[in-house]
T-cell receptor
Framework: DSGVTQTPKHLITATGQRVTLRCSPR?????VYWYQQSLDQGLQFLIQ???????AKGNILERFSAQQFPDLHSELNLSSLELGDSALYFC??????????????FGSGTRLTVV | AQSVTQPDIHITVSEGASLELRCNYS??????LFWYVQSPGQGLQLLLK??????LVQGIKGFEAEFKRSQSSFNLRKPSVHWSDAAEYFC??????????FGKGTMLLVSP
């Protein structure tokens, strides 16, 4: 157990629907990162939060949004889902902003299947 | 912009043989470099990291990596591979204060 908790582990939904993925960072970590992993694109950075504030955006679609709450858990919202959104979504956390103090700690991911 | 290239998509190694996984990076300053391993159905686990100092770094599970600035490389090595090492390996690069960029991974297959 890495200490980063992601729920749900699996999600199957239909095109056009909206889903919410949840991440609880490791205790003491202030920064949360969301990554999308697909066979063709590999691990793509989506968005980063630090202590409740958005810090960096990567290849995140406008249909996707995220937030980090006061208790530091984060949610990734995916709307108007398309077949191509099917992927493994990872959350990672770190103590500080960035990997300087030892890299990221990853959760076990949420596998999203859009049918 | 930073980038990582892992030239080998798949590598097959016999159990007990040595292993080297290649990683080349592009980054404008001294990078923070990482190797992660992902077993099927699992998240990514940190194997080792390089920030500064000794260019040969030791990690968990008997892995080591060598930073070569002149070649922009950070190759992962293990002297004797075990069947349990079969997994996907990711190299990552970034500044210490911001997000990491990952390579597309190398799948390691271990043959008996």
């Amino acid at each position: 157990d890495s200490g980063v908790t992601q729920t749900p582990k699996h999600l199957i939904t239909a095109t056009g629907q909206r889903v919410t993925l949840r991440c609880s960072p490791r205790s003491g970590d202030l920064s949360v990162y969301w990554y999308q992993q697909s066979l063709d694109q590999g691990l793509q950075f989506l968005i980063q939060y630090y202590n409740g504030e958005e810090r960096a955006k990567g290849n995140i679609l406008e249909r996707f949004s995220a937030q980090q709450f006061p208790d530091l858990h984060s949610e990734l919202n995916l709307s108007s889902l398309e077949l191509g959104d099917s992927a493994l979504y990872f959350c990672a956390s770190s103590v500080v902003e960035g990997a300087a103090l030892g890299g990221y700690t990853f959760g076990s991911g949420t596998r999203l299947t859009v049918v | 912009a930073q980038s990582v290239t892992q030239p080998d998509i798949h590598i097959t190694v016999s159990e007990g043989a040595s292993l080297e996984l290649r990683c080349n990076y592009s980054y404008g300053a001294t990078p923070y470099l990482f190797w992660y391993v992902q077993s099927p159905g699992q998240g990514l686990q940190l194997l080792l990291k390089y920030f500064s100092g000794d260019t040969l770094v030791q990690g968990i599970k008997g892995f080591e990596a060598e930073f070569k600035r002149s070649q922009s490389s950070f190759n992962l090595r293990k002297p004797s591979v075990h069947w349990s090492d079969a997994a996907e390996y990711f190299c990552a690069v970034g500044p210490g204060y911001s997000t990491l960029t990952f390579g597309k991974g190398t799948m390691l297959l271990v043959s008996p």
